[in-house]
T-cell receptor, first 112, second 114 residues
Framework: KQEVTQIPAALSVPEGENLVLNCSFTDSAIYNLQWFRQDPGKGLTSLLLIQSSQREQTSGRLNASLDKSSGRSTLYIAASQPGDSATYLCAVKTGANSKLTFGKGITLSVRP | EAQVTQNPRYLITVTGKKLTVTCSQNMNHEYMSWYRQDPGLGLRQIYYSMNVEVTDKGDVPEGYKVSRKEKRNFPLILESPSPNQTSLYFC?????????????FGEGSRLTVL
């Protein structure tokens, strides 16, 4: 059974800092991995999707990497801003027709 | 605009009063799913559907029903709600064949059962 872990559960950084959010998974036979952002009381917004054959994806100040063999993904946020404050979740899909397994998320606070 | 729409967004009801949360997507996605999100427990899948007339249980299906009569709609039915079903509910959809499988979420429906 796939398990997805995100540690730490919360993180507070000063504005402008570059930061890395970690996601680890137990079954390396994944189909894809997706990073989401969730603002309080809101839905999940897809940030980046990495297919199993890819090593990384970039969108603006965000870069997500995938290392299947070690069961890890990282979300790199460059030059963090207070508007980046949110909960970041990673989710792993194991098989084309299978469900996503979610981590519990990392709540990020960027201090002005 | 491509989106997943849930209604109602907020609902307070009483124990035992049947309710339905609707979900509709306009992206022609085959796959649709319902999740509930609770503090400390994260997102848990309730039911999912791979296509019309095909539904399957997720991790926490007890107390819920779903149907998939049309591709765009996937309503969640609580026949006899109980207080432990107080939660934040999300509907999501994606393609399953020949595409990336990126999952799109609705805005959520906050349900309180008294």
């Amino acid at each position: 059974k796939q398990e997805v872990t995100q540690i730490p559960a919360a993180l507070s950084v000063p504005e402008g800092e570059n930061l890395v959010l970690n996601c680890s998974f137990t079954d390396s036979a994944i189909y894809n991995l997706q990073w989401f952002r969730q603002d309080p009381g809101k839905g999940l917004t897809s940030l980046l999707l990495i297919q199993s054959s890819q090593r990384e994806q970039t969108s603006g100040r965000l870069n997500a990497s995938l290392d299947k063999s070690s069961g890890r993904s990282t979300l790199y946020i460059a030059a963090s801003q207070p508007g980046d404050s949110a909960t970041y979740l990673c989710a792993v899909k194991t098989g084309a027709n299978s469900k996503l397994t979610f981590g519990k998320g990392i709540t990020l606070s960027v201090r002005p | 605009e491509a989106q997943v729409t849930q209604n109602p967004r907020y609902l307070i009801t009483v124990t035992g009063k049947k309710l339905t949360v609707t979900c509709s997507q306009n992206m022609n996605h085959e796959y649709m799913s319902w999740y509930r999100q609770d503090p400390g427990l994260g997102l848990r899948q309730i039911y999912y559907s791979m296509n019309v007339e095909v539904t399957d249980k997720g991790d926490v299906p007890e107390g819920y029903k779903v149907s998939r009569k049309e591709k765009r709609n996937f309503p969640l039915i609580l026949e006899s709600p109980s207080p432990n079903q107080t939660s934040l509910y999300f509907c999501a959809s994606s393609f399953t064949r020949g595409a990336t499988g990126e999952l799109f979420f609705g805005e959520g429906s906050r349900l309180t059962v008294l």
